[in-house]
């Protein structure tokens, strides 16, 4: 009797030792996806200290939308990459604390990998290029649902202000 009582005490104990480890690596790795999961659209460009909410006549909200899904899926708009103005499928993942890494769809095409940092509660894309002085940044921001970008939307280039340029001549 006492060797049956040992015993089924024991299988308790392991039972609830399990159950209760299997549920905290379950909810840190919930937890940990639903901070990227979510719909995500760019809210503004900052480069340097200057900070535009558009761009070249267009709402950065069309320049990136990304939707991160469960399974390390997604979907990828921007009114730069895409002619049909329809999300495409990519692949997403942790590569390091706080970073992802965007793969697939219009960004095989160009060859590229789009490295987004999670801080204060936004997604951020370094836009930089390593000779430029000045750091550009997009920020995407999670939303319900995302800004429609117009159909007929173009791309307009103002030459009414003043242009900054230094040239240097070779003597």
Do not use: H, R
């Not at 049956?4 to 909810?27: F, H, P, R």
């Not at 340097?48 to 006549?57: A, C, H, M, P």
């Amino acid at each position: 009797m006492k060797k049956i009582i040992s015993l089924s005490a024991a299988l308790v104990l392991c039972a609830s030792l399990a159950s209760g480890c299997g549920k905290d690596k379950k909810d840190s790795s919930e937890k940990k996806a639903s901070k990227y999961e979510g719909k995500w659209q760019c809210s503004e460009i900052v480069s340097g200290d200057k900070t535009e909410t558009s761009v070249f006549g267009v709402d950065a909200s069309a320049l990136f939308q990304i939707e991160l899904k469960e399974y390390n899926k997604g979907t990828f708009l921007s009114f730069l990459f895409s002619e049909e103005n329809k999300p495409e499928d990519i692949e997403w993942e942790e590569k390091e604390d706080n970073k992802i890494t965007l793969t697939g769809g219009p960004l095989a095409d160009i060859n590229e990998e789009f490295v987004l940092e999670y801080k204060d509660d936004k997604l951020v894309l370094d836009m930089s290029d390593e000779e430029d002085e000045e750091k550009s940044y997009a920020n995407l921001v999670k939303v319900d649902e995302f800004t429609a970008i117009p159909d007929d939307a173009e791309m307009s280039l103002d030459f009414s202000g003043e242009a900054n340029a230094d040239f240097e001549l070779d003597e």
